[in-house]
């Protein structure tokens, strides 16, 4: 057997949840992967301990004000700050894989440069898709690369495509775990706490992720995500509340044939997968039991109960600017709601005040989207603030 050559990986946000889960597939196959660079925002401490550890060519710490807060790196590692920083690992020649970790919005430029710089992109970042899906998926079409999901549910869809042809795929179905609020949808009503809000009752994830969990605003980023990487119309994309978390997602064949990726709810097993993909390798894991979790269920979401749904499929229908402007003005929101500045029910509605405001400017460059983006921000911050004072 021909011995692979080590593939030299970027881990953008290597300090967040799936940026540390990445580093420990990464420690586990010493053999397969050579740490090329990692990145922080602010978390400077953990970003040292990292490079210490894996002793990356590059280190980029995102945010100016932190950046002079970095230790002193040991030798042959370079430093680096900034958006520009991030971009510049990206392009570097000697990176084969991005894992793009990012949170929001930061994480669309690094994925679009690294496409363009010819790169396989593992991608978490569901943002950069949801963005600018339109210019990312031509780009990759182009240059011949490959985004690889790490979102469990597209990377079940990844995993169930590979057993029929993309011409013989009539729908997908996304699972949803449903947050900790579906059953009992009336407390989005009342005063829910930032505590109550974060409490995930399957997964364990960053606090951005899991408030839009709880508002299923996070389904409707993954529908307008598989709508781009799949290459699919909204209406062929079907969301299921699954709460046990174990079926990730299914796709039907044209003969009516349904296949589905089932395992435990960690995501370490999709990011492993994006990471070692043609092949899989084993993970010391408990297998999954199926007896004891007993039943799977799965129900409609109540759509009514969660606005933010229908929110993001009238996005991909407007489409242009307009998928960016519901994702600017959810980041406000949800920055709003950790802060204690608004309630969780506040969130689709700060969103769908943005989204009518906003005319959609059609197939937009980057420049475009990036203005769009920030105009929702800036408009989702003064409907935050006529709230508060009102
Ligand atoms: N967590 C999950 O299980 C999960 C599952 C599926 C999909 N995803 C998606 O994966 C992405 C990352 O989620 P996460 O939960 O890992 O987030 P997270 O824990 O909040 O980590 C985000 C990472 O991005 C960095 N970062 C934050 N703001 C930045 C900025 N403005 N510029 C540059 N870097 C920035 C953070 O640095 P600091 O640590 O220095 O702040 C951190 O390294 C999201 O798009 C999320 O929707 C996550």
Request: proline share 7%.
């Amino acid at each position: 057997m021909v011995k692979e050559r080590k593939r030299k990986v970027a881990i953008l946000g290597s300090t967040g949840s799936v940026g540390q889960k990445s580093l420990k597939v990464i420690e586990r196959f010493p053999d397969l992967f050579d740490v090329y660079g990692l990145s922080c925002h602010r978390n400077v401490e953990l970003l040292s301990l990292q490079v210490e550890t894996h002793r990356p060519k590059l280190a980029v710490v995102a945010d100016l004000q932190s950046f002079p807060q970095f230790k002193c790196p040991p030798r042959g590692t370079e430093v680096l700050s900034g958006v520009e920083g991030i971009l510049e690992l990206v392009s570097r020649p000697e990176v084969d894989l991005v894992m793009n970790a990012l949170v929001g919005s930061a994480g669309a430029l690094p994925t679009i440069r690294a496409v363009e710089n010819g790169k396989d992109v593992a991608l978490a970042n569901k943002e950069s898709l949801v963005m600018a899906g339109e210019i990312i998926m031509p780009l990759v079409e182009r240059g011949g690369t490959e985004i690889i999901p790490v979102d469990s549910e597209h990377s079940a869809i990844h995993q169930c495509l590979r057993a029929g042809r993309r011409k013989e795929l009539k729908r997908i179905i996304l699972t949803a775990s449903g947050g900790p609020f579906w059953k009992n949808p009336g407390h989005l009503r009342e005063g829910i706490t930032r505590k109550e809000a974060l409490s995930h009752p399957t997964w364990e994830m960053g606090e951005k992720i899991t408030i839009d969990s709880a508002t299923l605003m996070n389904k409707g980023l993954e529908v307008i995500e598989a709508h781009w990487l799949f290459g699919l119309s909204p209406s062929k994309i079907q969301v299921l509340i699954h709460p046990q978390s174990v079926v990730h997602s299914l796709v039907e064949f044209v003969d009516g044939s349904l296949m589905a990726q089932l395992a435990p709810p960690d995501m370490e097993i999709p990011i492993q997968y994006a990471l070692t993909l043609p092949h899989r390798f084993p993970m010391q894991r408990p297998d999954l039991d199926l007896a004891k979790v007993g039943s799977l269920t799965f129900d409609l979401p109540p759509k009514e109960d969660f606005p933010c749904l229908d929110l993001a499929y009238r996005a991909i229908e407007k489409g242009g600017t307009m998928p960016a402007v519901l994702n600017g003005a959810d980041e406000v929101a949800v920055d709003a709601f950790l802060k204690g500045k608004i309630q969780l029910s506040g969130i689709p509605d700060i969103v769908g005040k943005a989204m009518d405001l906003h005319n959609p400017f059609l197939h937009p460059n980057w420049e475009k989207i990036w203005e769009a983006h920030k105009w929702a921000q800036e408009r989702g911050g003064s409907i935050i603030e006529e709230r508060m004072k009102g």
